[in-house]
Nanobody, 122 residues
Framework: QLVESGGGLASTGDSLRLSCVTSGGNFEAHAMGWFRQAPGLGREFVASISWDGHPTLYSDTVKGRFAISRDNAKNTLFLQMNDLKPEDTAVYYC?????????????????WGLGTQVTVSS
């Protein structure tokens, strides 16, 4: 089970930190990822992190502003989001990778959380 938290309402330029707590699985054996879905659009890749924290992978739209990290001792995944923009508004989902290595493909993940809403106003 994956449970996201930390979403909310932000203004342009603000920061938010999302968390994803996992249970019932071997967290440290899997890569993890963040995806997002804006209204009327498909679910898009945001970031991925390998089982041990390195390497990481980001979409071009968030590279340099977002940072993915993980705490294997606490079975928790994070997404630090800085310099938020209105186009970052979406439901953010964490996902467990099928394997230990990073992936930007949706079919590279087999378990998904229910999502947390992030809304950025201009």
């Amino acid at each position: 089970q994956l449970v996201e938290s930390g979403g909310g309402l932000a203004s342009t330029g603000d920061s938010l930190r999302l968390s994803c707590v996992t249970s019932g699985g071997n967290f440290e054996a899997h890569a993890m990822g963040w995806f997002r879905q804006a209204p009327g659009l498909g679910r898009e890749f945001v970031a991925s992190i390998s089982w041990d924290g390195h390497p990481t992978l980001y979409s071009d739209t968030v590279k340099g502003r977002f940072a993915i990290s993980r705490d294997n001792a606490k079975n928790t995944l994070f997404l630090q989001m800085n310099d938020l923009k209105p186009e970052d508004t979406a439901v953010y989902y964490c996902a467990r990778g099928l394997y230990s290595s990073i992936s930007s493909r949706r079919d590279g993940y087999d378990l998904w959380g229910l999502g947390t809403q992030v809304t950025v106003s201009s």
